[in-house]
C-alpha cells in the first residue's frame, strides 16, 4: 500500500489539502491500530512540507487528528460504553490484569496519559481505559494532549529530515521502538528500586 502512496507523491506535487491529508491519517491510526499510519505520517509530512506546508502546521494537523480520536476513546470508554469495554478486555485479557491496569490508571493516569503514545502497541488503549476506569475528561485531556503534541513533533522532525525513503523511515522508527522501550525499562527498575528502598526505610 505504501508503495503505491509513494508513486502517487513523486507524480503528484501536495496541494492545500495536504495538511488536513495529515490530520486524517492520524485520527485514522489513533483509532483504529496498527495500522502503520507512523511511517505514512513522515512519509507524507515530507511531501507536505516540499510543497511548502510549514513544519508547525505539519504537526498541529497530526497533534489535532490524534486528539480527536483520542476524545473519541476516551468517551468509548466511559460511560457510555464501559460495560462493551470490560466484557470485551475480560474476553481478550485475564480479568485480574485488566483491574490491576485500572488501578494503576486511577492512581497514575494523568502521568500514564502523558507518555501513552510512546509505549508501542497499548497506547490508545490506554485512552480507552482511562475513560473507562471512570476518569474526568478535564484531567485526561491536559496530558493526551502533551502527548500527541510530543509525539507529532518528533514525527515532523523525522519527515523533515529523513524524507520520503521507505527504508529509511521504517529503520528509524524499529529504532526509535527500541530507544523506548529501553527507556520504558529503565523507568519501571527505578520505580521498583525506589518502592523497594521505600519499604525497607519504613521498616528500619
Not at 483504529?32 to 502546521?57: K, N, R, V
Not at 485488566?98 to 502497541?121: D, M, N, T
Not at 474526568?136 to 503534541?149: D, G, K, Y
Amino acid at each position: 500500500m505504501i508503495e503505491h502512496i509513494l508513486e502517487y507523491l513523486a507524480n503528484n506535487p501536495p496541494g492545500i489539502w495536504a495538511g488536513p491529508l495529515l490530520g486524517i491519517i492520524a485520527f485514522v491510526e489513533t483509532l483504529f491500530p496498527p495500522l502503520p499510519g507512523d511511517i505514512l505520517f513522515i512519509i507524507m509530512a515530507s511531501w507536505a512540507m516540499t510543497g511548502g506546508l510549514s513544519f508547525t502546521l505539519t504537526a498541529l494537523f497530526g497533534v489535532a487528528g490524534c486528539f480527536l480520536a483520542s476524545c473519541i476513546l476516551f468517551f468509548i470508554g466511559h460511560s457510555p460504553g464501559r460495560k462493551f469495554v470490560d466484557g470485551w478486555l475480560s474476553r481478550k485479557m485475564n480479568p485480574i490484569r485488566v483491574e490491576k491496569a485500572k488501578s494503576l490508571i486511577k492512581k497514575h493516569g494523568p502521568a500514564i496519559l502523558a507518555g501513552s503514545r510512546f509505549i508501542p502497541g497499548v497506547r490508545s488503549m490506554l485512552v480507552l481505559m482511562a475513560g473507562t476506569s471512570g476518569m474526568r475528561f478535564t484531567v485526561a485531556a491536559l496530558p493526551v494532549a502533551i502527548s500527541a503534541i510530543a509525539w507529532y513533533i518528533i514525527l515532523s522532525v523525522a519527515g523533515s529530515i529523513i524524507g520520503n525513503n521507505l527504508e529509511a523511515v521504517e529503520e528509524f522508527m524499529k529504532q526509535f521502538e527500541v530507544w523506548i522501550w529501553i527507556l520504558l525499562g529503565v523507568i519501571v527498575v527505578g520505580l521498583m528500586l525506589k518502592k523497594r528502598l521505600f519499604k525497607r526505610r519504613q521498616q528500619e
